[in-house]
C-alpha cells in the first residue's frame, strides 16, 4: 500500500482531493484487480482481516479463560456472545457518531480499545463478571467503528466496484474467522491464555498504526466550515444520543430500507440458529469427535466459495437476478439433516447451504442507493448490529425448537424459515 505524506494526512481538504473513487468500468465486468487498485480499500480489507482474526482469537482464547475458571458451559458460551448482543443498543444510542466524527481518527481508536480491552484482559486477573463487562462495554461501540468503514468502501468505490468490494470485505471477514479459529486454538496451546490476548492486542495495535499511517484524514460527512449543521440535510447537531436515536428510527421508518435490512437479517439468524445446534447435533448421532470442528468450518468455507464465484464470475445484472433464488438454496440443503444422514452427507450439505449466503451481493447496490446521503455510516452500522443482534437471537429460538422436536428437525425448520425469506422477498423484489 501506498504510504501517505505528512502533508497528506494534515490537510482535510488536499486529503479528500487526493482520494479517488474507483468506478465501476462502463464497456465491461468489474475485477478485483479494480477494486484493489484502490489503495484506500486496500488498507481498509487488510486492516480488517487482520481486526477480525484478533477479534476471534480474543474471543475464543476469553472462553477457555473463563471455562477454566468457572467450570461452567453458560460463561463460556456467553463469553462469544457478548461481544454482538451489545452491537444493537449501541447502534441506536452511538451510531450518529459514524457521520459525524473523522473517519481515521474514529478507526484509530476503534483499533486501540480493542488492543487495550485484550491486554487488559491477557494482564490483569479480574473477575468472570469484569471480564465480560468489558468485552460488553468495548462492544457497544462496534458499530460505530464498523458503520465508519463500511461507509468509506462507498466512498472509495462506486458501481459495480463497490458491489466487489462489499464482496471482498465479507470474504475477508469469513476467511479471517477461519483463521483466527484455527490460531486461536494453537495459540491457547502454545503460548497460554494471557499470551495468547496479548498477540490480539498486539495485532489490533498493528491496525491502529496502519490506519493512522495510510488513511488520508478526511474529513467528517455532514461537516461543514463552522461545524454547526449534521448532514446534507442542514439539521441543527444535537446531542449524540438523541441524533442517533431518530437517525435509526428514520431508517427504520422507511419501508424500501427496512425491507433491505430485513432481508439481510432474517436469513442470517435463522442460519446462525442452526450453527448453533451443529455441537449438539454431532454428539447425539455418535460422530467421532472432533467432528463438530469440520461441520463448524463448513459455513465460513461456503461463504468464501459462494461469494467468489458469485462476485467474480457473475455480471452484475445476474447477481441481482439470483437474489431470491440464491436465498431459498441457503436454507434448503438443510432440510435434508432431518433425515440423520452421515457425517460426510451432512457436511456437504452444510457447505452447500452456506454458498446461498451469496445472495446478498446482488442486494448491495439496491441497498446503498435507498440509504440517506447524510447517514450512510449510521445505516451500516445499523445493518451490522441487528444482523448480530439476530444471531445471538437464532441460536436461541431454533435451540428452544430442538428441545421439542430434537436438533436434526430444528435444523430443517431453521432451512424452511429462511427458504420462505426469500419467498417473502421475491414478492417486492421480482
Same mark, same amino acid.
Given at each position: 500500500m501506498e504510504s501517505v505524506t505528512a502533508a497528506a494526512v494534515s490537510d482535510a481538504a488536499d486529503s479528500a482531493a487526493a482520494v479517488t473513487a474507483v468506478p465501476s468500468p462502463p464497456h465491461r465486468r468489474t475485477t478485483y484487480r479494480d477494486v484493489f487498485g484502490q489503495p484506500q480499500f486496500r488498507l481498509l480489507f487488510s486492516t480488517r482481516i487482520l481486526g477480525i482474526s484478533a477479534e476471534t482469537l480474543r474471543i475464543t482464547t476469553l472462553s477457555v479463560l473463563i471455562f477454566t475458571a468457572s467450570h461452567s458451559p453458560l460463561l463460556s458460551a456467553l463469553a462469544f456472545g457478548i461481544g454482538f448482543l451489545p452491537q444493537l443498543p449501541g447502534s441506536m444510542l452511538f451510531g450518529a457518531l459514524a457521520d459525524r466524527l473523522r473517519p481515521r481518527p474514529l478507526l484509530t481508536v476503534g483499533f486501540l480499545l480493542q488492543c487495550a480491552a485484550a491486554a487488559v484482559l491477557g494482564t490483569v486477573p479480574m473477575p468472570t463478571a469484569a471480564a465480560l463487562g468489558l468485552v460488553g462495554a468495548v462492544a457497544v461501540l462496534a458499530p460505530v467503528f464498523g458503520g465508519a468503514t463500511s461507509r468509506l468502501a462507498a466512498e472509495f468505490l462506486t458501481g459495480d466496484a463497490y458491489v466487489l468490494g462489499r464482496s471482498l470485505l465479507n470474504m475477508a471477514s469469513s476467511g479471517a474467522q477461519l483463521v483466527g479459529l484455527a490460531v486461536g486454538g494453537a495459540a491457547v496451546a502454545a503460548l497460554g491464555t494471557s499470551q495468547a490476548l496479548l498477540l490480539a492486542a498486539a495485532l489490533n495495535a498493528g491496525c491502529a498504526t496502519a490506519v493512522w499511517l495510510r488513511l488520508p484524514d478526511r474529513p467528517a460527512p455532514g461537516s461543514l466550515p463552522g461545524g454547526a449543521l449534521d448532514g446534507a440535510q442542514g439539521r441543527p447537531r444535537g446531542a449524540v444520543m438523541a441524533a442517533s436515536w431518530s437517525g435509526a428510527r428514520r431508517l427504520l421508518r422507511d419501508r424500501?430500507?427496512? /425491507?433491505?435490512?430485513?432481508?439481510?437479517?432474517?436469513?442470517?439468524? &435463522?442460519?446462525? *440458529?442452526?450453527?448453533?445446534?451443529?455441537?449438539?447435533?454431532?454428539?447425539? /448421532?455418535?460422530?467421532?469427535?472432533?467432528?463438530?470442528?469440520?461441520?463448524?468450518?463448513?459455513?465460513?468455507?461456503?461463504?468464501?466459495?459462494?461469494?467468489?464465484?458469485?462476485?467474480?464470475?457473475?455480471?452484475?445484472?445476474?447477481?441481482?437476478?439470483?437474489?431470491?433464488? #440464491?436465498?431459498?438454496?441457503?436454507?434448503?440443503?438443510?432440510?435434508? #439433516?432431518?433425515?440423520?444422514?452421515?457425517?460426510?452427507?451432512?457436511?456437504?450439505?452444510?457447505?452447500?447451504?452456506?454458498? *446461498? &449466503?451469496?445472495?446478498?451481493?446482488?442486494?448491495?447496490?439496491? &441497498?446503498?442507493?435507498?440509504?440517506?446521503?447524510?447517514?450512510?455510516?449510521?445505516? &451500516?452500522?445499523?445493518?451490522?448490529?441487528?444482523?448480530?443482534? #439476530?444471531?445471538?437471537?437464532?441460536?436461541v429460538l431454533v435451540g428452544a425448537v430442538a428441545g421439542l422436536a430434537g436438533t436434526g428437525p430444528a435444523m430443517a425448520v431453521a432451512g424452511g424459515a429462511a427458504m420462505l425469506t426469500g419467498g417473502w422477498m421475491a414478492s417486492w423484489l421480482l
Amino acid at each position: 500500500m501506498e504510504s501517505v505524506t505528512a502533508a497528506a494526512v494534515s490537510d482535510a481538504a488536499d486529503s479528500a482531493a487526493a482520494v479517488t473513487a474507483v468506478p465501476s468500468p462502463p464497456h465491461r465486468r468489474t475485477t478485483y484487480r479494480d477494486v484493489f487498485g484502490q489503495p484506500q480499500f486496500r488498507l481498509l480489507f487488510s486492516t480488517r482481516i487482520l481486526g477480525i482474526s484478533a477479534e476471534t482469537l480474543r474471543i475464543t482464547t476469553l472462553s477457555v479463560l473463563i471455562f477454566t475458571a468457572s467450570h461452567s458451559p453458560l460463561l463460556s458460551a456467553l463469553a462469544f456472545g457478548i461481544g454482538f448482543l451489545p452491537q444493537l443498543p449501541g447502534s441506536m444510542l452511538f451510531g450518529a457518531l459514524a457521520d459525524r466524527l473523522r473517519p481515521r481518527p474514529l478507526l484509530t481508536v476503534g483499533f486501540l480499545l480493542q488492543c487495550a480491552a485484550a491486554a487488559v484482559l491477557g494482564t490483569v486477573p479480574m473477575p468472570t463478571a469484569a471480564a465480560l463487562g468489558l468485552v460488553g462495554a468495548v462492544a457497544v461501540l462496534a458499530p460505530v467503528f464498523g458503520g465508519a468503514t463500511s461507509r468509506l468502501a462507498a466512498e472509495f468505490l462506486t458501481g459495480d466496484a463497490y458491489v466487489l468490494g462489499r464482496s471482498l470485505l465479507n470474504m475477508a471477514s469469513s476467511g479471517a474467522q477461519l483463521v483466527g479459529l484455527a490460531v486461536g486454538g494453537a495459540a491457547v496451546a502454545a503460548l497460554g491464555t494471557s499470551q495468547a490476548l496479548l498477540l490480539a492486542a498486539a495485532l489490533n495495535a498493528g491496525c491502529a498504526t496502519a490506519v493512522w499511517l495510510r488513511l488520508p484524514d478526511r474529513p467528517a460527512p455532514g461537516s461543514l466550515p463552522g461545524g454547526a449543521l449534521d448532514g446534507a440535510q442542514g439539521r441543527p447537531r444535537g446531542a449524540v444520543m438523541a441524533a442517533s436515536w431518530s437517525g435509526a428510527r428514520r431508517l427504520l421508518r422507511d419501508r424500501a430500507v427496512r /425491507r433491505l435490512y430485513l432481508a439481510q437479517w432474517l436469513p442470517s439468524g &435463522f442460519m446462525a *440458529g442452526a450453527e448453533g445446534l451443529i455441537v449438539s447435533y454431532a454428539g447425539q /448421532r455418535g460422530f467421532a469427535a472432533g467432528t463438530y470442528g469440520l461441520l463448524m468450518a463448513c459455513g465460513p468455507t461456503g461463504m468464501l466459495v459462494g461469494d467468489l464465484v458469485v462476485g467474480r464470475m457473475l455480471r452484475p445484472a445476474a447477481r441481482e437476478r439470483l437474489v431470491v433464488p #440464491l436465498a431459498v438454496w441457503l436454507g434448503l440443503p438443510l432440510l435434508g #439433516l432431518a433425515a440423520d444422514p452421515s457425517a460426510s452427507v451432512c457436511a456437504l450439505l452444510l457447505l452447500a447451504s452456506s454458498t *446461498g &449466503f451469496s445472495y446478498a451481493i446482488g442486494l448491495q447496490r439496491r &441497498f446503498l442507493e435507498v440509504l440517506p446521503a447524510d447517514n450512510q455510516g449510521q445505516a &451500516f452500522g445499523l445493518l451490522s448490529s441487528g444482523m448480530m443482534t #439476530l444471531q445471538g437471537i437464532g441460536p436461541v429460538l431454533v435451540g428452544a425448537v430442538a428441545g421439542l422436536a430434537g436438533t436434526g428437525p430444528a435444523m430443517a425448520v431453521a432451512g424452511g424459515a429462511a427458504m420462505l425469506t426469500g419467498g417473502w422477498m421475491a414478492s417486492w423484489l421480482l
